[in-house]
């Protein structure tokens, strides 16, 4: 079921086990951003913050076009975009 080679991990899994993995790592980018990348965010703009938070996490968000390109999902990376301008919103507002 895992394998790890030098330089390479190969998981098998079912299609619910991938979509709770993309599950999770969307989780871990938007607490993520709420704890850390909002207060070190200098910019004024929401999508300057997207792609601040793109750059902090490249290779999850390239795991993640991978997983939902696979399940046919690809709105879900739309809505984590969107839920990441609200945080954004919420902070600037006060």
């Not at 703009?45 to 997207?50: K, L, M, P, Q, V």
């Not at 997983?67 to 006060?94: A, P, V």
Request: glycine residues 4%; without cysteine.
């Amino acid at each position: 079921m895992l394998t790890i080679k030098n330089k390479s991990v190969i998981i098998e899994m079912d299609r619910n086990d991938l979509w709770q993995v993309g599950t999770a790592l969307i989780n871990g980018i938007i607490m993520e951003s709420q704890k850390k990348w909002l207060l070190y965010y200098t910019g004024k703009t929401e999508a300057g913050f997207i792609r601040y938070v793109r750059l902090q996490h490249h290779v999850i968000f390239l795991y993640l076009e991978e997983i939902y390109r696979y399940l046919d999902r690809m709105d879900l990376l739309e809505s984590l975009e969107i839920t990441l301008i609200s945080l954004f919103r919420q902070k600037t507002s006060y």
